[in-house]
């Protein structure tokens, strides 16, 4: 009924029929009809929802349920955003300006307009092939990261023609009956029919951080105020429930929000943020330095024509025009070799955080053990039975134990996992431990262990009314469920079944049951049971509790109605419980962890285990996979046979520490264990616990990687520095919350990403110190040419040919090479200090390999000029008579006269050698940045793609060198067969050079100057 408070609050008034509008906003009514009438009106079933005819003509007349994506920048947009982007710009306008150049030296009749007009178009064509490849290859990445949103569908169960099925959230349509339990994500807009507990994360659509209970009640009339509604988007935090689909894709709240909003999200990693400042720093410095010259052009008496085609000059040599190219096809490659590795990545900054990865704080169950829990023990009547094999478990369904009824009905009916395989003819199924299973591992194992010693669990479950169920969660580590078993053992007393954590289980129970009695559970009981849990949870197994309890009759009925408030409190008693006995599972490691976990710890990379289960169940599991390999003070303690209290703490270098303990720690006492235990382990863990383990470890100056599946660890995966969801046992709100998702849900996985995303960072500055270090022996020339007033030893033209011809492949062959033999013995890089492109890398191919590349070139180029008469000494102050046109008797070194014609020959015969030196000994500086820390001998030569990649270049550099027309295009020659060999011995020197840095580099770290690609 609506109150006159309601009413001053809301304007509100009929709109239709179904329709309201309040504030001005049109809303549909489904939440406030009653429920009944929302079912006819929509046309469906409770009980057995729609019909697969129904769905059929729905999806015609509604379409799929997805949001309309948002738009996007047009093609061509993003292609001239490729064109004009990075350097592009610098290369445009210098190319604008060689066309002025070019028409001005014409009307002069001048014939330098024709090198002015080639460089102009030269750099028009080199902007667009370099535009147009990186524009191919971004749209490559982005196609490649796209698709893996398909890898891991989102899927929902509904109930269609009175079958359950699962199905993709696409083909949901209006009508449908929606299942919900914790871990969902919600499919489409739902009014809510039925609800145990359940909580919703509104925050993606409200902004309310804190869960919001749902439940089947009408409580406001703004739509997105009223419990009764679950919205699209939203995710399931706790409980279960029902719900029927009202609205569907951009109908639905969530897509009414997108329609209003028409801004594209753009976003960058710090790896596209550091090239991009380089990029920056590049243009800059080029700038400086360009306009520099250009004014000591004009004061050495240059025309200003000529002293801006100096300047276009200087950009052309000092912009690494073929970079960008590199950086794309290294993106790409990032995406598809991460795609082949189990790993799917949200975005790239994934795989660039986990290069840097320090501490990985992982899950137990799933990631480090294969989450599939087998029975191994049950503790009965005071006794312990063996149930780890499908033999013993046989003849254990033979015997005749007390309690044995007692426990089977509490375990078939505490599990609610079912057969994947119940339609199939019986003939045709496999054996009960090989079959399908719907369901958390734990209930799979007892409902596989009930099959096997009691036969038809399924049916047992089917005779027997649910009345009310509190699922399990991290919180209460209990389940719980009320069934009526009237018709099975004509007991009209309702009958709770609890199973979970024997801790929490023993404080709830006041008997125990020992050979069909019902025996006071006092101190004596209590020490014996936690003895049991002590010896399984020692070797590696996860113990579960058994409970029931029967209901007064008087009291409570199949009529009652059973809840839990806001403070967890039931309304019917829950700490009378019967304590009936112990199962004890086994979840095995997985095959491979151990390694993984090995070679976390060589690369310095610390594995910290972080779990709900028990202590020793955990230290059992981290001792098999290597996690704790030293003892604890717990383990020192028991050898010597004292107690704990008496070691001192200091002696261990493991810990295992409890959730009851990390209660109790201030955060600068956490921060000290964390410093002092190099192996932990964190046992009985909430989800708020492990946060603060996580920010702990980011406050030590950390970057940490989080594994979680649960809804439980969805907190923890948001604030990593990068979270990691399980592909096949994550929940909806666990990927949503992660960054990347593990397909094979295997901590062996999470290595490889990590030696991957080392490996982009080390091909990336490989490539990046190859490409620079051709920029020096590229612009020496030309401040040679201005200062030295010698003749030009290479053109601009030629520039090009080097970034964009023989360089360039080259370049992209190093995002190929394998990674080192010792990347995974490396410590972690430091984000903040070692960079893509920092001050060691500019030392290293600059002022290292630039130098004595550029002393080859000018070697080859003097070598030419002296056997053709002038020797280094005539060659100095030459320059303004050697591009006079009017002087055609310039002597040489030997008193030859030249004319300008036969100068201008000889200079492009020096020029061509200076340019085929260039690439000779590129060719030595490939090889040594094949390794950033080894030696090429114990990299080797496997990469194909570099080998042929230096094939290419001399051959292109013959191509260029030899062809008719071409060479008149780039303004080379041919050359003499020795003068290619001229500059062979600087190659080697560089490569003799680099091989003695890095062996130095290894044996004294520290220096500054040796190590300067570290």
Not at 373 to 381: A, F, R, T
Not at 572 to 588: E, V, Y
Not at 671 to 677: E, G, P
Not at 922 to 936: A, D, E, G, P
């Amino acid at each position: 009924m609506e109150t006159s408070s309601t009413k001053q609050k809301y304007k509100f008034r009929k709109f239709s029929k179904n329709t309201l509008e309040i504030n001005n906003v049109t809303i549909s009514d489904e939440h406030i009809i009653p429920f009944e009438e929302l079912i006819q009106k929509l046309e469906t079933d409770v009980d057995r929802g729609l019909t697969h005819s129904q769905v059929y003509e729905l999806l015609e007349r509604d379409g799929s349920n997805v949001l309309t994506p948002q738009p996007k920048s047009p093609k061509i947009i993003l292609f001239l955003q490729s064109l004009f982007g990075g350097f592009g710009i610098l290369l445009l306008i210098g190319a604008c300006l060689c066309f002025i150049a070019s028409g001005i030296h014409s009307l002069k009749s001048n014939d330098h307009f024709k090198e002015s007009l080639w460089l102009g178009i030269a750099l028009i064509f080199v902007n667009l092939i370099s535009g147009c490849f990186s524009f191919y290859q971004e749209e490559q990445c982005k196609n490649i990261i796209k698709s893996f949103q398909n890898i891991v569908p989102q899927k929902a169960r509904v109930i269609r023609d009175g079958v359950i099925m699962i199905v993709k959230v696409e083909n949901i349509v209006v009508g449908d009956i929606v299942l919900l339990k914790a871990g969902d994500k919600v499919p489409a807009d739902l009014r809510i029919l039925e609800a145990e507990k359940l909580y919703v994360d509104n925050s993606s659509l409200t902004g309310e951080s804190k869960p919001q209970l749902r439940t089947t009640y009408f409580t406001h009339l703004d739509p997105l105020e009223s419990k009764n509604l679950a919205f699209l988007g939203t995710l399931v935090i706790e409980g279960c429930g029902t719900g029927v689909v009202i609205r569907t894709g951009d109908r639905s709240f969530m897509g009414r929000i997108a329609s209003l909003t028409s801004e594209v999200e753009f976003w960058s990693t710090p790896l596209s943020r550091e090239i991009t400042h380089f990029i920056h720093s590049i243009s800059i410095a080029a700038l400086v330095i360009g306009f520099l010259f250009f004014f000591i052009s004009l004061f050495y008496g240059y025309f200003w024509i000529d002293s801006v085609i100096f300047l276009i000059s200087i950009l052309v040599a000092k912009v690494p025009e073929g970079l960008l190219a590199t950086i794309t096809v290294a993106l790409t490659s990032i995406a598809k070799r991460i795609s082949k590795k189990n790993c799917l990545v949200k975005n790239l900054e994934a795989v660039e955080t986990l290069g840097s990865t320090t501490i990985i704080c992982s899950d137990k169950t799933g990631t480090l053990t294969q989450n599939r829990m087998i029975v191994s023990n049950v503790w009965l009547n005071d006794r312990l039975y063996a149930a780890d094999s499908l033999e013993i478990q046989v003849k254990f369904a033979k015997k005749t134990i007390a309690c044995w009824k007692e426990l089977a009905t509490c375990c078939m009916l505490g599990s609610s996992a079912i057969f994947d395989d119940l339609t199939q003819n019986s003939e045709s199924k496999p054996s009960i431990n090989m079959r399908h299973c719907k369901g958390n591992p734990t209930e799979i194992a007892l409902l596989k262990f009930m099959e096997i010693t009691h036969q038809n669990a399924i049916l047992f479950r089917q005779k027997h009314h649910k009345i009310f169920e509190i699922p399990f969660n991290s919180t209460k580590k209990y389940q719980l469920s009320v069934y009526s078993t009237l018709e099975n053992d004509n007991d009209e007393r309702l009958l709770v079944v609890m199973i979970g954590a024997p801790d929490i289980l023993i404080e709830k129970s006041s008997e125990i049951l020992i050979n069909d009695q019902n025996i006071s559970l006092d101190e004596t009981w209590r020490k014996k049971i936690d003895d049991a849990c002590f010896n399984f949870a020692k070797n590696g197994e996860r113990v579960l509790a058994i409970c029931d309890f029967r209901l007064d009759p008087e009291k409570y009925t199949v009529d009652y109605y059973f809840q839990i408030d806001d403070n967890d409190e039931p309304n019917f008693p829950m700490n009378q419980m019967r304590f009936i006995g112990l199962i004890s599972m086994i979840d095995p490691p997985r095959a491979g962890v151990s390694d993984a976990v090995d070679k976390c710890k060589t690369a310095g990379i610390r594995v910290i285990m972080i779990t709900g289960d028990h202590p020793l169940t955990a230290k059992a599991i981290a001792k098999s996979v290597g996690i704790i390999t030293t003892e604890t003070v717990e383990d020192i303690a028991e050898r010597y046979g004292v107690n704990v209290t008496s070691i001192d703490s200091n002696v261990a270098k493991a810990a295992v520490i409890t959730g009851d303990m990390l209660k109790n720690l201030s955060n600068n006492e956490l921060d000290k264990i964390l410093r002092r235990y190099p192996e932990i382990v964190f046992a009985r863990t909430t989800p708020y616990q492990k946060v603060k383990i996580v920010e702990s470890c980011q406050r030590l100056g950390a970057v940490v990687a989080v594994t979680g599946d649960g809804v439980n660890d969805s907190p923890a995966l948001k604030k990593a520095d990068i979270g990691i969801a399980m592909g096949i046992a994550g929940s909806d709100v666990s990927k949503e919350a992660a960054d990347m998702i593990l397909l094979d849900d295997d901590f062996a996985s999470i290595e490889i990403a990590i030696e991957e995303g080392r490996l982009i960072f080390d091909n990336l500055k490989k490539s990046i110190t190859y490409t620079l270090s051709s920029k020096i022996p590229e612009l020496a020339p030309f401040i040679v040419y201005v200062i030295g007033n010698i003749p030009l030893a290479l053109g601009t033209i030629t520039i090009l040919c080097i970034d964009l011809g023989t360089d360039l492949i080259p370049s992209i062959s190093l995002v190929y090479e394998k990674s080192e033999t010792d990347i995974m013995k490396r410590p972690p890089r430091n984000s903040k200090k070692d960079r893509l492109v920092n001050s060691n890398l500019i030392l290293l191919s600059y002022l290292q390999y630039g130098m004595i590349i550029a002393t080859a070139g000018y070697f080859t180029y003097t070598i030419i000029m002296a056997q053709n008469g002038f020797l280094p000494g005539r060659l100095s102050g030459i320059r303004k008579q050697w591009n006079s046109k009017s002087i055609n008797d310039l002597e040489d070194s030997y008193g030859q006269e030249w004319t300008y014609e036969q100068r201008k020959n000889l200079e492009r015969t020096s020029q061509t050698g200076f340019f085929v030196s260039v690439v000779m000994v590129q060719m030595f500086t490939l090889l040594v940045c094949k390794t950033r820390k080894n030696s090429i001998f114990t990299q080797g030569m496997r990469n194909i793609a570099l080998n042929m990649g230096m094939l290419l270049e001399i051959c292109l550099a013959i191509f260029l060198v030899y062809t008719p027309w071409v060479n008149d295009i780039v303004q080379m020659c041919p050359l003499k067969i020795n003068w290619w060999f001229m500059s062979i011995p600087f190659g080697v020197m560089l490569f003799l050079y680099d091989e003695l840095r890095k062996y130095f580099a290894k044996q004294y770290p520290k220096d500054w100057f040796i190590n300067t690609n570290s």
